[in-house]
């Protein structure tokens, strides 16, 4: 048996009429998720940027059980400047971070956290990358309004769950980010 620790509790994600449900974006901690299925019935789970479960393809865990699984790896940045545009924001990364200077990649999703100017906060929510160079990392978003960007701010991948009852009643699927800590 594994010791946890919990890092962060995610809302559990109930759905209902057999149909899939997605969570709310949460930033990755440690990419190792607990899920519980409750009594009600067994569920099928699927994770990424836009996920939607589906039976027979997804990670199903069976009703009143969990199951622990690494979904991601945690990662992150720290961005210096952005480039505002009316469809892409550009987000920059120091030039001392060698080379390339972050780890992210076109498809994940990233939110930013941290900046003096909130509107960056809000705007960089859940965002697909959209393009990567050594040392900036673009999403679309028309950020041509939001006052210049000062300081530093930390961009991290983002995730969401989906969560489907076996059948074509309801579950609720409980997810728990953890981190393993003995056992």
Same mark, same amino acid.
């Given at each position: 048996?594994?010791?946890?620790?919990?890092?962060? =509790?995610?809302? #559990?994600?109930?759905?209902?009429?057999? =149909?899939?449900?997605?969570?709310?974006?949460?930033?990755?901690?440690?990419?190792?998720?607990?899920?519980?299925?409750?009594?009600?019935?067994?569920?099928?789970?699927?994770?990424?940027? =836009?996920?939607? #479960?589906?039976?027979? !393809?997804?990670?199903?865990?069976?009703?009143?059980?969990?199951?622990?699984?690494?979904?991601?790896?945690?990662?992150?940045?720290?961005? %210096?400047?952005?480039?505002?545009?009316?469809?892409?924001?550009?987000?920059?990364?120091? +030039?001392?971070?060698?080379?390339?200077?972050?780890?992210?990649?076109?498809?994940? @999703?990233?939110? +930013?956290?941290?900046?003096?100017? #909130?509107? @960056? !906060?809000?705007?960089?929510?859940? +965002?697909?990358? %959209?393009?990567?160079?050594?040392?900036?990392?673009?999403? #679309?978003?028309?950020?041509?309004? @939001?006052?210049?960007?000062?300081?530093?701010?930390? +961009?991290? !991948?983002?995730?969401?769950?989906?969560?489907?009852?076996?059948? =074509?009643?309801?579950? %609720?699927?409980?997810?728990?980010?953890?981190?393993?800590?003995?056992?």
């Amino acid at each position: 048996m594994s010791v946890l620790k919990v890092v962060q =509790n995610i809302s #559990a994600v109930a759905c209902t009429g057999g =149909n899939a449900v997605q969570s709310a974006a949460v930033i990755v901690r440690s990419g190792i998720y607990r899920f519980t299925a409750d009594a009600s019935d067994a569920i099928h789970v699927a994770w990424g940027g =836009n996920p939607t #479960a589906v039976d027979g !393809n997804d990670f199903h865990i069976p009703k009143e059980n969990s199951e622990i699984v690494k979904c991601a790896t945690p990662k992150k940045v720290r961005i %210096t400047s952005i480039t505002k545009g009316a469809t892409n924001t550009v987000m920059n990364i120091p +030039l001392d971070t060698g080379t390339p200077g972050h780890p992210f990649a076109v498809g994940d @999703y990233v939110t +930013l956290t941290g900046s003096s100017v #909130a509107a @960056y !906060n809000t705007g960089i929510a859940h +965002l697909a990358v %959209t393009a990567v160079t050594d040392t900036s990392i673009t999403v #679309a978003l028309d950020s041509s309004a @939001y006052a210049a960007f000062t300081g530093t701010a930390t +961009l991290s !991948n983002s995730i969401k769950f989906s969560v489907k009852p076996d059948g =074509n009643g309801a579950a %609720t699927g409980h997810i728990t980010e953890v981190q393993i800590v003995g056992g």
